[in-house]
């Protein structure tokens, strides 16, 4: 599910509570969390609704200034049900905190190394490797990083988002950057040959 900008804000202050989508199945549940780039949108009630039924209020609560403007902006129906979206409103996305620190503590660092551990069983040295790749690379596009590893792009720009999971990669309009995080970790790296 994908929001403009304008969008986020209003959702951050509360002024849009309401999504109506189209869809041949829901993209996203009650209960779970969506990370967009003003927060962790948090998703309430996701239920099938009738067109019919929609009101001035509910266009207004999705950021329109009336029903019609809302049906004029959904897409065409087709073999697609009309879905309301509830917001629950929106949160810090926890990994702003996380990469914004560039200390490390001992229990940290080896929470860290235990988890690149695991992940590097089946190559060892992949994700320091990745880490130290950005570090040298930053703004360069996800497929020319993936050929230098000769891996498909899907799955190297799942691997940077494990990584990212975990505060130490950023996202730019193209390509990735360490953060300070990151930094502080690929210094570690170093420091322990991992």
């Given at each position: 599910?994908?929001?403009?900008?304008?969008?986020?804000?209003?959702?951050?202050?509360?002024?849009?509570?309401?999504?109506?989508?189209?869809?041949?199945?829901?993209?996203?549940?009650?209960?779970?969390?969506?990370?967009?780039?003003?927060?962790?949108?948090?998703?309430?009630?996701?239920?099938?609704?009738?067109?019919?039924?929609?009101?001035?209020?509910?266009?207004?609560?999705?950021?329109?200034?009336?029903?019609?403007?809302?049906?004029?902006?959904?897409?065409?129906?087709?073999?697609?049900?009309?879905?309301?979206?509830?917001?629950?409103?929106?949160?810090?996305?926890?990994?702003?905190?996380?990469?914004?620190?560039?200390?490390?503590?001992?229990?940290?660092?080896?929470?860290?190394?235990?988890?690149?551990?695991?992940?590097?069983?089946?190559?060892?040295?992949?994700?320091?490797?990745?880490?130290?790749?950005?570090?040298?690379?930053?703004?360069?596009?996800?497929?020319?990083?993936?050929?230098?590893?000769?891996?498909?792009?899907?799955?190297?720009?799942?691997?940077?988002?494990?990584?990212?999971?975990?505060?130490?990669?950023?996202?730019?309009?193209?390509?990735?950057?360490?953060?300070?995080?990151?930094?502080?970790?690929?210094?570690?790296?170093?420091?322990h040959r991992l």
């Amino acid at each position: 599910m994908l929001f403009k900008q304008s969008s986020l804000d209003k959702i951050a202050r509360g002024d849009i509570t309401l999504a109506f989508r189209r869809w041949k199945r829901p993209t996203v549940k009650a209960g779970t969390r969506l990370r967009t780039a003003a927060g962790v949108v948090r998703i309430g009630k996701v239920e099938p609704t009738d067109e019919a039924g929609l009101t001035d209020a509910d266009a207004m609560a999705a950021g329109y200034a009336d029903r019609a403007a809302l049906l004029a902006d959904l897409r065409a129906g087709g073999d697609r049900s009309l879905y309301r979206i509830a917001f629950d409103g929106i949160e810090v996305d926890a990994r702003i905190g996380l990469r914004n620190s560039g200390d490390l503590s001992d229990a940290d660092w080896h929470a860290l190394a235990a988890r690149f551990e695991r992940w590097d069983k089946t190559a060892p040295g992949y994700f320091a490797a990745i880490l130290s790749l950005i570090a040298r690379n930053a703004a360069t596009s996800a497929a020319s990083l993936a050929d230098k590893f000769s891996v498909e792009k899907p799955k190297f720009k799942q691997d940077v988002r494990k990584l990212k999971e975990l505060g130490l990669t950023e996202s730019l309009d193209v390509g990735y950057k360490l953060s300070p995080r990151g930094e502080a970790v690929l210094e570690r790296l170093r420091e322990h040959r991992l």
